[in-house]
């Protein structure tokens, strides 16, 4: 079984920071792609951030120069760096990645989500 575990979701103040956090596990052969998506109440679910297996990024215009996403490929984990929160940043954030799972059954996989309130 292949999984993702976000954490790192809580709660914070208008221009403060939190760092999410998501792993993979399981029987994965070859990890590509990751990303973050956000879900309001109410909205579609939308693009975030992802990054690549090379390092290749991209942010939606929304968070561009305030959200940073990394990855460490030795634990298989992605992170998304939230500063200068605003409260319209409120959302379900859900990890994704692409990923070739045992016998090379390539996979989409979400993550639960981890909520993430800003306040005034």
């Known amino acids: 079984q292949v999984q993702l575990v976000e954490s790192g979701g809580g709660l914070v103040q208008a221009g403060g920071s939190l760092r999410l956090s998501c792993t993979a596990s399981?029987?994965?052969?070859?990890?590509?792609?990751m990303g973050w998506y956000r879900q309001a109440p109410g909205k579609e679910r939308q693009l975030v951030a992802t990054?690549?297996?090379?390092?290749?990024?991209n942010y939606a215009d929304s968070v561009l120069g305030r959200f940073t996403i990394s990855r460490d490929n030795a634990k298989n984990t992605v992170y998304l760096q939230m500063n200068s929160r605003k409260p319209e940043d409120t959302a379900v954030y859900y990890c994704?990645?692409?990923?070739?799972?045992?016998?090379?059954?390539?996979?989409?996989?979400w993550g639960q989500g981890t909520l993430v309130t800003v306040s005034s």
């Open positions: 990054v690549t297996s090379c390092d290749r990024k």
């Open positions: 994704n990645a692409d990923l070739i799972a045992t016998p090379s059954r390539y996979l989409e996989v």
């Open positions: 399981g029987s994965i052969l070859s990890l590509d792609a």
